[in-house]
């Protein structure tokens, strides 16, 4: 079929997926978040499912929109960051020291990360959430920009049902 209409295969999958390595090498997309308190998504990005969590962190809080307060003027970054071992690299410590942004990041071989499980549920269900989503579940885009608008898309729906309780 495809030599009668002169196409040629293109790319079996789109850009920014990558082989999983969890998952017998299948190629991928990660979703990647910052949620406040309540689990409302504040930052969103996505990449190759075989990036490190720790290199999209930067970009993650360079995204975070500025934020009203009850008094005062807007904040641009928050106040303290919660993170597993994987952010655990003195670079990104520093890089959120210098900001003014308090951390918490599990150490490697120091700290387990159950003190971590109190504040992470916040964003595991934020994930589930997302995951609810048909669209999300399987990325059916090859452009990454519409993946990335479908997911922003999602966590529209998820902050308007949040808000609206």
């Known amino acids: 079929m495809r030599d009668r209409l002169r ?13 999983n390595p969890t998952d ?48 005062g003027p807007r904040r641009r970054r928050p ?36 003190r971590l499980g109190r504040h992470r549920w916040v964003v595991e269900r934020t994930v589930s959430w997302l995951s609810g989503c048909r669209r999300l579940h399987r990325r059916y885009e090859r452009k990454p920009e519409h993946f990335l608008a479908f997911t922003a898309i999602a966590a529209t729906l998820i902050c308007h049902r949040r808000l609206t309780k």
Request: glycine share 14%.
């Open 7 to 19: 196409q040629r295969p293109g790319p079996q999958r789109g850009q920014l997926t990558g082989p």
């Open 79 to 114: 106040g303290k960051l919660y993170g597993d071992k994987g952010y655990d690299y003195r670079h990104l410590r520093r890089w959120l020291a210098s900001r003014g942004i308090r951390h918490r990041l599990a150490r490697k071989g120091i700290e387990s990360s159950r």
């Open 24 to 71: 017998r090498g299948k190629k991928g997309s990660k979703i990647h978040l910052i949620v406040d308190r309540q689990g409302l998504p504040l930052s969103i990005g996505i990449s190759a499912a075989n990036l490190h969590d720790s290199q999209a962190l930067i970009p993650l809080v360079r995204g975070i929109p500025p934020i009203r307060s009850r008094r």
